[in-house]
């Protein structure tokens, strides 16, 4: 009798201890629950690459946001019946929008002698102050074909093709003469306020030949000059 009262509080402490080990995973469960996601979460995180971009700093000259252009040329006009002569002049001009500017410019050249007076074996028709030829103008021109130069690697410079076209006067010869004026240049942006042109324009004005009669000319002139932003 007393042995089976043993087994039976044997198996009834057997029992207990169980139920205390149950007890004590379900408390100590929750902890594991949230502890598994956070330790994923930063094994993933260790385990993503952090890439390391250096980021270069590129510095880009444009126009100064001023709109006027003032600078100085020189070239060769060629004067019809009087050579090829050297001239130099200035201009100004105004930006109205990104492709469209106007322009003023006043040159001036002392021409050579003319056919005539090589042929005749020494008469000047001309004095030395109507052999001077000076002319002004305002024209408008047109940026076709902006875009850029490239110069090597590091190198990149703003340009820009254009169309011009104006009138004026032309002081020559003693007498002054209604002008007319077309042609096209080319823009280079030096620096963000420097620029370099190359222009060619045919100056069309009247003129009295040694005969007396007034004809229409042609003078073409070839020209390049530097110009600043302000």
């Given at each position: 009798?007393?042995?089976r009262?043993?087994?039976?509080?044997?198996?009834?402490?057997?029992?207990?201890?169980?139920?205390?080990?149950?007890?004590?995973?379900?408390?100590v469960?929750?902890?594991?629950?949230?502890?598994?996601?956070d330790?994923?979460?930063?094994?993933?995180?260790?385990?993503?690459?952090?890439?390391?971009?250096?980021?270069?700093?590129?510095?880009?000259?444009?126009?100064?946001?001023?709109?006027?252009?003032?600078?100085?040329?020189?070239?060769?006009?060629?004067?019809?019946?009087?050579?090829?002569n050297?001239?130099?002049?200035?201009?100004?001009?105004?930006?109205?929008?990104?492709?469209?500017?106007?322009?003023?410019?006043?040159?001036?050249?002392?021409?050579?002698?003319?056919?005539?007076?090589?042929?005749?074996?020494?008469?000047?028709?001309?004095?030395?102050?109507e052999?001077?030829?000076?002319?002004?103008?305002?024209?408008?021109?047109?940026?076709?074909?902006?875009?850029?130069?490239?110069?090597?690697?590091?190198?990149?410079?703003?340009?820009?093709?254009y169309?011009?076209?104006?009138v004026?006067?032309?002081?020559?010869?003693?007498?002054?003469?209604?002008?007319?004026?077309?042609?096209?240049?080319?823009?280079?942006?030096?620096?963000?306020?420097?620029?370099?042109?190359?222009?060619?324009?045919?100056?069309?004005?009247?003129?009295?030949?040694?005969?007396?009669?007034?004809?229409?000319t042609?003078n073409?002139?070839?020209?390049?000059?530097?110009?600043?932003?302000?």
């Amino acid at each position: 009798m007393e042995g089976r009262l043993l087994i039976l509080f044997l198996k009834n402490m057997l029992l207990v201890n169980r139920l205390r080990t149950l007890c004590l995973m379900l408390l100590v469960s929750p902890a594991w629950l949230q502890a598994a996601p956070d330790e994923a979460v930063e094994q993933e995180a260790q385990q993503v690459i952090q890439p390391k971009i250096e980021r270069r700093k590129i510095d880009i000259d444009q126009i100064d946001t001023e709109n006027f252009e003032v600078g100085v040329f020189t070239g060769m006009l060629s004067v019809e019946d009087f050579g090829v002569n050297s001239v130099v002049g200035a201009r100004i001009a105004y930006h109205v929008t990104e492709g469209v500017f106007f322009e003023a410019a006043y040159a001036k050249a002392d021409t050579s002698p003319s056919s005539y007076e090589r042929l005749s074996g020494g008469a000047k028709p001309l004095t030395s102050d109507e052999r001077k030829l000076t002319y002004y103008n305002i024209s408008l021109g047109y940026n076709l074909l902006p875009g850029e130069v490239f110069l090597g690697d590091g190198w990149v410079f703003n340009s820009a093709a254009y169309v011009i076209g104006g009138v004026g006067n032309t002081k020559f010869a003693g007498a002054n003469s209604f002008t007319m004026n077309f042609g096209f240049g080319y823009r280079f942006l030096a620096t963000d306020w420097l620029a370099l042109h190359v222009d060619v324009r045919d100056h069309i004005f009247d003129v009295i030949d040694v005969l007396g009669e007034k004809k229409t000319t042609h003078n073409l002139e070839v020209q390049g000059g530097l110009t600043v932003f302000f």
